[in-house]
């Protein structure tokens, strides 16, 4: 083994250690050992900056970018419908398929990020029992297309960098397809097995929003019980303002009329839920459009102490809107609109582009500012346009009419002159520790195979298997794949295991296509942990779960996905 061979070598086993044994961030270990690698010699700048140029990163950064206009569309808020009927398994179902769905064309992390909140505002089943399906649909969903996932594109730039054509857009599709109806029919029955935690508390909603009975509105005319607002998960209708007069505690058997002012105790999340419920309209609501919530502290030097936010043309003064108010916990009353405000309250506000722009007189105004995950939906005409938009640049590049980094290029920029998106979102959404990962993993890969470590790793393999064929080695690279996604995350264990896969294909003097595919599948088989993969870290919190949560229902899954892949592979990728 020569010089350049050990220390890539060393570089590798440390990536590996460090992932498994520590817990610095992949981004670190990536970077330290390219960086490594670049002060000894053995890559130059312009070889690093041309994996930093990947156009398969590129788009990926691109298509996570886009996702923050698709998260406001009511593209959501269709989803969150699907989940309001019927019962575990039905909605599960549902649930599953919307997501695989949504997944396939969009980043699935970005996805499940989206309809937490919805899964949490479900009026019928406890979050805990949602969440994984969740994750779990979104991962087996993202295997549909080749922009499913931010690892098909990164598994993309490594069969790019080794001079091979790039992956067709629906490579993956096939055994995707089935991977889903599998994995569907292992979720559905397992899913009552996940605990029930439910933690619907009067106590835990602090703020209070304020909503109205348009003309026209199908709840008018109906009881709050039919009306379904009885049954609203974390949001609690406290009182019915109806022609100045109010109307507390309200019954079940209270008929609604046009113009009844509901006012309503929630959280942050009840913003979104209200906007999904036709027939009412938020207070303010047509002052919104997509834009992001900031939450604000009122000073003790406001000008605006013991106004009522009438009084203070709070809309005018400062440009923005109002939609929530928390003063601790105490219930307040009388209607959004005429609740005078004091120090230390806490408001949720929709700022429009004039808010940040007299900095010192925030200040004076307002003691902390915080922006907050959730935003206001997209009005349905503008969210058919943002999906019309993606949609069109899809279809063009399937069609060949226009490369798909072109395209989202060209979107993106749509996204910005119109103000559905801003800077400071795509800021706080750029993808930093994938951007580092990926240029760097590049380039780690690319040095394994031009030293000759991945083709001597190869050989390895081949003599530890020998008698096991072509498709034992096969089965070995999907294992080792499978194995490292769970220790060390998806994209790590992609850039690992890739220039192995490779090498084994070229000393068996094969196709590379079986070996790329079981890469691709085998780094997004993480169901049994929720730290290898990004969507199962994201519900772990939320759901309340523990590591036997995953066990329970990832196990199954686990084993039927891997089933389906290794017996499908061969038939639609043969050697």
Known sequence: MTWDQSLVLVLLLGIVAGLVFTKIKPAVLFAASAFIAFQSGLISVEAMAGNFTNSSLLTLVLLILASAALEKTRLV?????????GKLGTVVAKLGLSTAFLSSFTNNTAVVVSLIGAIKRNRRHAPSRLLI???YAAILGGTLTLIGTSTNLIINSFVESSGLPALDFFAPSTIGLAVLAG?????????????????HSEDDLPYVLEAAITRGSPLAG???TENGLRALRRLYLAEIVRDGEVIAPVCPDTVLKEGDKLQFCGDVESVATLQEIEGLALFGQHHINGQNLLE?????????????????????????VVVAIRRGHEKLEGGLGNIPLLAGDTLVIVPGKGFAKEQQRMEREFVLVNGLDSSVRLDAKMSTWVLAGFATIIGAALMNWMPLLNGLAAYLMVLLLTGVVNLGELRRRFPVEIVVIVGCALSLAQLMIDSGLSAQMGDLFIQWFNGWGVYGAL???????????????NNAAAALAFPIGYSLALGYGVDPMPFIMAVLFGASASFISPYGYQTNLLVYSVGNYQL???????LPLSLVYSALVIGLIPVFFPF
């Open 548 to 554: 036997t949560d995953y066990l329970r229902i990832g």
């Open 77 to 85: 808020s269709w989803v969150s419908g699907q989940l309001s009927s």
């Open 475 to 489: 089965i070995a690279t999907y294992l080792l794949t499978l194995v490292l996604t769970e220790l060390v995350t």
């Open 222 to 224: 109906n009881s709050v």
């Open 183 to 199: 994995g569907l029919l292992v979720l559905i029955p397992f899913c009552y097995l996940l605990p029930d935690y439910d933690d």
């Open 296 to 320: 604000v502290v009122v000073s003790h030097s406001a000008s605006i102490l013991g106004k009522t936010l009438k009084e203070a043309k709070f809309r005018e003064n400062f440009d923005a």
């Open 133 to 135: 399906p969740l994750s």
